[in-house]
């Protein structure tokens, strides 16, 4: 569970899952984003094994955004 938090902080933060740079700053707000979300899934009272998958479809959603993104950056260079 700490693993899949930090990963998704990270890529929330922009740093790109293929490798790259990133920002101290911006790690901090996808860190920020990941307890807000924690946070008020606690307090619907939701279970911790969905907030893991909660957080789980957040992480997944930030790494397609960065793959297309990625790709759009390639097809303009191209």
């Known amino acids: 569970a700490l693993a899949l938090t930090a990963i998704a902080a990270v890529v929330l933060g922009g740093t790109a899952i293929t490798g790259g740079r990133g920002s101290m700053l911006r790690t901090f707000a996808g860190v920020a984003l ?45």
Do not use: H, K, M, P
Request: net charge positive.
């Open 34 to 78: 990941i307890a807000v979300l924690r946070n008020g899934l606690d307090n619907l009272g939701v279970e911790f094994a969905y907030q893991n998958i909660w957080i789980g479809v957040v992480f997944i959603l930030a790494a397609c955004s960065q793959l297309v993104r990625l790709r759009g950056a390639t097809r303009r260079t191209a």
